[in-house]
DNA sequence: CTGAAAGCGCTAACAT
DNA sequence: ATGTTAGCGCTTTCAG
């Protein structure tokens, strides 16, 4: 117990406790079979000298470091650090640590740190992919993905072309019941607004688009904005511009948590009312979604890390596995910033 | 550029290259002397076979694992997720990679992690202590910070009792000015709500205790509320109790920014305006605060962040430098949620 | 059940 | 300027 000499060595237990260094190893790595007497004194010995393995030489003879890799745009956005803190909760339960990489939305900065992390000979790694644009993605970059061989679940976002297992949640599904159920209060015209590079964002607008055709109402493609990552204010402007330019809509829909406040603050600025002015539905549970009352599809973010998490450790066993892709249920939190159109058209003279 | 293979070492680009390993070394780790062929051709090798050294057997030989590990309460927490992301973007300029670690707000677990980054050869630790109870930390305790043989700095709470070096904001002067600020509008009765555990908060608490002082008011300690780490809704709960059972009160000033959506939960039950019925302050920026148009007391966590880097770094350069305290400045930004005080007892009916 | 020996991939002395 | 050697602390054969 009394020196915390970082130098104490698996030779030093081996020394004090009359027995071999592999007899150690066996008792403090749990493998083979040891006498219990042998076992006693190891204990005894590694608790006399406060003994702890170290990790990198162990990591270097076993080629397991016992650390995982979260690489995501920020772990500032909502999602993310709910998701991360899942993340490290679920591995530190199994003795992993987790190495944090932020990839700032940049693909090269994705890129090097996944080139990063194989020199490290992390065990795995968990990842929110920048680039999910839509299209296929190029053979240069493919090419880096398939080859990193190293266990990989992607969470959130997919990427084309590329066969990854990957979680997320229901989106086209969940955006269709709440498209369904601002239809079924009577709007038709529904505004979106939604960073649409992301496949996620992409499934939510199908969803919307397919409550929409069901009912029979005429989709207006001018109706879904982008909002580009990163610009700021840009719920504000892009519902500026909606209200200006539609002034027909009686219902705004945020396809992304990030946007949500800001679109808000135009709301504020136009002295529109929820429910009664506008209606509005958003992603992502927030504190502002309780204070504002406003409905909003929630995402199980802690399942979904729990469940990267066990997908990953399975793909460590079995790193042959087939990639399969695990939809998570989501949860619409009706509050009150949905009700019946107004007739008025209340911003016309905006 | 065609195998990516997992087992490509050093004596692979030694061979292709037709040099020793050590010059190898030399090129890729950029140190000793090369000559420009070798140089030349060891490159040329590296690319070849897609060569990346192994992180591992580098930190297993070298004792440095150019890794540094966060500790902290929660990642979801707004100012710690600001942090982390400042300190990861700056280590990773300087190629290094960090560890997360939950604590929960949980000592037992900060010691685990500690204990566990010890073994993992860690090279540095930014740490926000949970311990931080405004006693003198306990031996047993005091004993397991001092003996990490570690570079360590703390970052915005202190331990009293223990000599580490310390990164926060200047929180006592930021909360005399602040409260200067309120009595200075004609406020005389101000509510304070924190969490009165961490010393951060103490500090605030002392600055708010100042400002009185000096303005000759009488400080009465029962409007100062003490809100439990992790209690839900206690914020609002706690705004409810003070103005419940102090009518007299024209002000509130909350400590932590984790406490204020759901004090103005409260103000909004009771409808409740600022700055006309009440004035307000808190802790943090957030996009909450800007939707309220809330005078609010900013930290800049970004450069707090830097700063810790900066200092372990140098520790770590230096382990024999004695512990020294930044405090880093703050910012008011004044808004729209303080005004005069009312003189109508507003809430004498509830 | 246990020990001896080899070696994971690299860097640091020490030669040359 | 470069190569040789030893060894970081551990796990893993392989014998016994």
């Not at 027995?19 to 219990?36: E, L, M, P």
């Not at 995402?299 to 997908?311: D, L």
């Not at 619409?332 to 949905?338: D, E, F, L, P």
């Amino acid at each position: 117990m009394e020196n915390s000499n970082q130098s104490i060595t698996i030779d030093d237990v081996a020394k004090l406790a009359g027995v071999s260094k592999a007899t150690v190893g066996r008792v403090i790595g749990n493998y083979g079979s040891v006498s219990d007497k042998s076992r006693r004194k190891v204990i005894e010995a590694v608790k006399e000298l406060d003994y702890v393995p170290n990790t990198i030489a162990q990591g270097l003879r076993s080629h397991s470091t016992k650390t995982i890799a979260v690489i995501l745009g920020s772990i500032k956005n909502g999602y993310c650090n709910e998701l991360v803190y899942a993340i490290e909760k679920e591995a530190m339960k199994r003795g992993y640590n987790v190495l944090i990489c932020n990839t700032h939305e940049n693909l090269d900065k994705e890129i090097q740190h996944l080139q990063n992390i194989r020199s490290r000979q992390v065990d795995g790694v968990i990842l929110i992919p920048v680039y999910t644009i839509g299209k296929v993605i190029p053979e240069k970059y493919r090419h880096l993905y398939e080859s990193l061989n190293i266990p990989m679940v992607l969470v959130d976002r997919n990427i084309m072309g590329i066969e990854k297992d990957l979680v997320q949640s229901k989106n086209e599904e969940a955006s269709y019941e709440a498209t369904k159920y601002l239809i079924s209060l009577g709007h038709r015209n529904i505004g979106v607004i939604g960073t649409v590079a992301y496949s996620t964002v992409q499934d939510r607008i199908k969803g919307y688009r397919r409550a929409l055709q069901e009912a029979g109402i005429t989709i207006n493609a001018s109706l879904v904005v982008d909002a580009e990552y990163s610009e700021k204010h840009v719920g504000q402007k892009l519902a500026d511009k909606l209200l200006k330019e539609h002034p027909e809509l009686t219902a705004l829909y945020v396809l992304n948590n990030t946007l949500c406040g800001s679109v808000l603050l135009e709301l504020k600025k136009r002295n529109l009312h929820m429910p009664d002015d506008l209606s509005l539905i958003t992603w992502d549970d927030d504190e502002l979604n309780e204070l504002f009352d406003i409905t909003t599809i929630v995402q199980y973010v802690e399942e979904i890390g729990r469940s990267a998490v066990k997908r990953l450790f399975e793909l460590m066993e079995n790193p042959q596995s087939r990639a399969e892709i695990q939809r998570i249920d989501t949860e619409m939190v009706v509050r009150k910033s949905c009700g019946k159109p107004k007739t008025v058209r209340w911003n016309s003279k905006a």
